[in-house]
Structures are given as structure tokens and as C-alpha cells.
T-cell receptor, first 112, second 115 residues
Framework: GAGVSQSPSNKVTEKGKDVELRCDPISGHTALYWYRQRLGQGLEFLIYFQGNSAPDKSGLPSDRFSAERTGESVSTLTIQRTQQEDSAVYLC??????????FGSGTRLTVV | GENVEQHPSTLSVQEGDSAVIKCTYSDSASNYFPWYKQELGKGPQLIIDIRSNVGEKKDQRIAVTLNKTAKHFSLHITETQPEDSAVYFCAASKSSGGSNYKLTFGKGTLLTVNP
């Protein structure tokens, strides 16, 4: 597609439930990133995929967080047993050969 | 790892004035410095970037300067307009050592341009 697509745009979930967030990158972009943005804060790196290489998971805050990506296609970020501190906007970005990222509009997650 | 500091956190200017946002970084190996603009409810959008082999880059009303010795870079917006109001983020990354353009972001600057 023309841009990075994320779904859902908003998600409200109860504490303790699992959630799955989806990212459709720009076609042909080999690199895909997930970032977390808490209210009024900067962007916090979570995980990075580059083609078929092993992902860089160094930013995942706990083992409740995981992400998958098959090849250069869709990625899903899964948060298990959600906690209130997981409430944030989760942003996905993809990158082709150029340096710059293209971000999606994000998924706003609210844990109640 | 890399640490990026951004100042000020908020900036209010009159329409037509200039705005300057400054960032410092800690990793001397960083070689790519983008700036992103984020409007309410949207994802960040790349507005300008600079690589470490260049000291200054301009694109119409926006410019970025880089001082590698001091490890700081700045965004300059001239002739500000109300539509420039947004949150601006600086970032830094390096393309060596396996980092593969993983960006470290500053905490953002809320710019308000008053008509």
C-alpha cells in the first residue's frame, strides 16, 4: 500500500487480557520497527526486523511482549496478561533502502 | 547505548518568528540524525534529516545543523506558520556495529505557533 497501516487504531482491554496489534508495512520495505509512546513521552524502541535475519528484541520491556514477522510482510505485536502500565500508543514503522522511517498512525492501547 | 536529550520541551512563538529546537547525543559513532513532526492523533512524519558528513541542510523554511565535535544538532524553522504547530522529535542512529539504523529519539518539543 501507499503507507504503513496499523490496526486496530484504538483498543480498550481489561487488565490481564492478551492483545494483538497488527502492522502492514510499505510493500518492499525490508526493515520494520515497533516503538511505544507513552503519553507526553518520546518514542521507546521495542523490536526491529530486517528481512529474514534474527530480530533485535533488545527493547522489549518484559517477556509478556513478543512480536512476529514472516519475511517482509505483516508483523504482529502481542502483549500477554496486559497491565495498566502497558497503556500507550504503539507505533510501527518500515524502511526501505533510504535511511528514513515511515510510521503508521499507531494503535492506542488502553488497559482498564 | 545512545542517549538523546532534546530542549526545550515546549516552545511558543508568534507567527512569522523563528523557532529553534536543540538536541545532544552521546554516542560519537552516530551518523544519521532525522527530525520528525507529529500532529495530534497521527504517527511521526520525517521532515528533514542529516548525515554526519554534512554540517547543514536546508529545505525551504526548515534547516538542520550538525556539530559532530560537540555532539549536538538543531532544527531551525523560519517564518513560522500556525500549521507548524506540532510535536517535533529529534533522533540519532548509527549504521555500524549491527545497529542497522535503530533510532533513539529525544522526548519531543511541543511547538505552538500563535496567530
Amino acid at each position: 500500500g501507499a503507507g504503513v497501516s496499523q490496526s486496530p487504531s484504538n483498543k480498550v482491554t481489561e487488565k490481564g487480557k492478551d492483545v494483538e496489534l497488527r502492522c502492514d508495512p510499505i510493500s518492499g520495505h525490508t526493515a520494520l520497527y515497533w516503538y511505544r509512546q507513552r503519553l507526553g513521552q518520546g518514542l521507546e524502541f521495542l523490536i526491529y526486523f530486517q528481512g529474514n535475519s534474527a530480530p533485535d528484541k533488545s527493547g522489549l520491556p518484559s517477556d509478556r511482549f513478543s512480536a512476529e514477522r514472516t519475511g517482509e510482510s505483516v508483523s504482529t505485536l502481542t502483549i500477554q496478561r496486559t497491565q495498566q502500565e502497558d497503556s500507550a500508543v504503539y507505533l510501527c514503522a518500515s524502511r526501505g533502502r533510504a535511511y528514513g522511517y515511515t510510521f503508521g498512525s499507531g494503535t492506542r492501547l488502553t488497559v482498564v | 547505548g545512545e542517549n538523546v536529550e532534546q530542549h526545550p520541551s515546549t516552545l511558543s512563538v508568534q507567527e512569522g518568528d523563528s523557532a529553534v529546537i536543540k538536541c545532544t547525543y552521546s554516542d560519537s559513532a552516530s551518523n544519521y540524525f532525522p527530525w520528525y513532526k507529529q500532529e495530534l492523533g497521527k504517527g511521526p512524519q520525517l521532515i528533514i534529516d542529516i548525515r554526519s558528513n554534512v554540517g547543514e541542510k536546508k529545505d525551504q523554511r526548515i534547516a538542520v545543523t550538525l556539530n559532530k565535535t560537540a555532539k549536538h544538532f538543531s532544527l531551525h524553522i523560519t517564518e513560522t506558520q500556525p500549521e507548524d504547530s506540532a510535536v517535533y522529535f529529534c533522533a540519532a542512529s548509527k549504521s555500524s556495529g549491527g545497529s542497522n539504523y535503530k533510532l533513539t529519539f529525544g522526548k519531543g518539543t511541543l511547538l505552538t505557533v500563535n496567530p
